[in-house]
């Protein structure tokens, strides 16, 4: 079974290390981060399902961070929910009128986190299987039309690769142009 993956971006090294402990006890694939900048480097060679993310920490805040995967196209649609320890009503507003998907003050209660997580992976799930869905069979006809010209391709290196004894060099560079 997959593991659904969590980002958690605290810069407190004890909550961050609680909570990653926590999130793996649940059965979550998690990594941690201290800042935004720190979080930016795991997402070039990782992609969670759900990102966790304190707002006041020195480097780069939440606020930045969150804008930044805002405008990725490809980490835009990760669920992002803001842990902090601000709990100004117009603050929570803001964060979610700019894109959040959710909001929670600490402390929080362990099962409140857990409940917001599930719910977003979830819904995160939903979404991509019925993207995934619609493409599939609204590209019928582009799936077949990219995988025309591959079978040709394929096919001639297969034919290379089988009978490569009895070509001459000058043959086997056609073959490549």
Sequence with gaps: MNKNKILFVDDELKIRETITELLIHENYDVKS??????????LENWIPD????????????????HEIIRHNRFLETIPFVFLTAKNDNNEMRECLLNGADDFITKPFKVNELIQTIETKINRFD???????????????????????PLSGILGSIDILIENEDYFEKNEIATFYD
């Design 50 to 65: 759900l990102i966790i993310c304190d707002i006041s920490m020195p480097v780069m805040d939440g606020y930045s961070f």
């Design 126 to 148: 939903k979404i991509k299987n019925s993207n995934n869905n619609f493409n599939i069979s609204k590209n019928n006809f582009l799936i077949h039309e990219i995988n025309t």
């Design 33 to 42: 981060a201290k800042d935004g900048h720190d979080a930016l480097e795991i």
